[in-house]
């Protein structure tokens, strides 16, 4: 096997696998794209747009679509947009000095929400506005929606969450103002995974740097965690590791070494009630829900059995456990844990 010499490298375009990279096609997004284009394709037109609620698992390109989408408005026509993360900015006015800073005024801190509100008025004018707002169900209060919607009569509000029943508890005097369409963004086939997955690659890294069987194994991985950001990480921590071998091909080993160490990575951010969870399903293999229960319980688990399925799901979603329904038996449908991968 020939190795790579001193200087050479895998990647044409490793930054290409950052988190935050916003690549410019997401292929199988077209029909949520569609939708979204459809509610904002008003405001461009000089009319009233409707409002979005953007819904679906983690890492499945909710936050990716909506940027891509934004970034081609943006290019494409006069509307004025803003993206704003409400786990970062969790408040009403921070949501919406954001919302100014990224219109191109800054000096919102000595203002109160009230005057922020004008000043974005005055920015968007009879432009229209896409007002997006990732993480919706983090911020702690609701009041900036009702603030928008009474204010900026050109406003799509483009709400994105993983949580399907939060917009039943919001405020109903909010509810009767902002009644949006509900985009679903379900989870993608192993094809699709396939697809999404060779695209980046190929994008991330030079022609022929990747075993069949390894990209094999990366897809297969991501598919089971439902995931596409474990399938992008693994892509780029796999060629990292081939690099370190002097590899000029990603070979299964090293999506092994790489997962390997994402997992220890995952293990070891997970609190004590996770890992008991986590060991249970270790020491019993594939086994139903009940029996990991009985089994985390004696290892010294102490949560009722609601935290407990609330716990099976974040490892899943983490990618350290895989459930299964089982088919209706006797005694009503159950599920089976294992480890996945
Ligand atoms: N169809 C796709 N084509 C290319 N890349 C994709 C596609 N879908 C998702 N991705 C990539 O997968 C990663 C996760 O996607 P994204 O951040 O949009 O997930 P999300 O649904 O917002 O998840 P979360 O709920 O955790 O915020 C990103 O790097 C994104 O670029
Ligand atoms: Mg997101």
């Not at 892509?235 to 999506?255: C, F, N, Q």
Request: overall charge neutral; some cysteine; proline content about 3%.
């Amino acid at each position: 096997m020939s190795l790579l010499m001193q200087g050479e490298t895998l990647f044409s375009f490793i930054d290409s696998l950052d988190p935050d990279f916003v690549p410019r096609v997401l292929p199988h997004r077209e029909g949520q794209q569609e939708a979204i284009a459809d509610c904002i394709r008003p405001l461009i037109n000089g009319y009233r747009g409707r409002h979005v609620l953007v819904t679906g698992k983690a890492g499945i390109g909710k936050t990716a679509t909506v940027q891509r989408m934004l970034a081609d408005l943006r290019e494409e026509s006069a509307v004025a947009s803003v993206f704003v993360n409400c786990w970062k900015k969790n408040s009403s006015f921070r949501i919406l000095s954001e919302a100014c800073h990224q219109l191109g005024y800054q000096f919102t801190h000595n203002l109160g929400t009230d005057e922020v509100l004008y000043k974005i008025k005055k920015l968007v004018g009879d432009k229209g506005i896409v007002f997006a707002l990732d993480e919706v169900d983090k911020a702690q209060d609701d009041d900036f929606l009702y603030y928008l919607a009474e204010e900026i009569p050109r406003l799509v509000l483009v709400m994105i969450t993983n949580d399907r029943t939060w917009f039943s508890r919001v405020d109903q005097r909010i509810r009767s103002r902002i009644i949006p369409e509900e985009i679903e963004f379900p989870p993608y086939s192993l094809e699709e995974m396939r697809d999404i997955l060779a695209l980046r690659r190929d994008y991330a890294f030079y022609d022929g740097t990747w075993s069949e069987d390894a990209f094999e194994m990366v897809v297969k991985k991501a598919h089971a965690a439902k995931d596409v950001r474990l399938g992008i990480l693994l892509l780029r921590e796999s060629g990292l590791e081939a690099e370190k071998d002097a590899s000029r091909k990603v070979l299964p080993e090293h999506v092994t070494r790489a997962s390997g160490r994402l997992l220890a990575h995952a293990e070891a951010g997970l609190d004590e009630d996770e890992k008991l969870i986590l060991q249970a399903v270790k020491e019993l293999g594939q086994e139903v829900s009940g029996k990991v229960y009985e089994k985390y319980v004696a290892l010294g688990g102490r949560k009722s059995h609601r935290t407990f399925e609330r716990k099976v799901n974040s490892l899943e979603e983490k990618g350290l456990l895989k459930t299964k329904k089982t088919g209706k038996g006797f005694r009503g449908q159950s599920t089976v844990i294992s480890l996945s991968g």
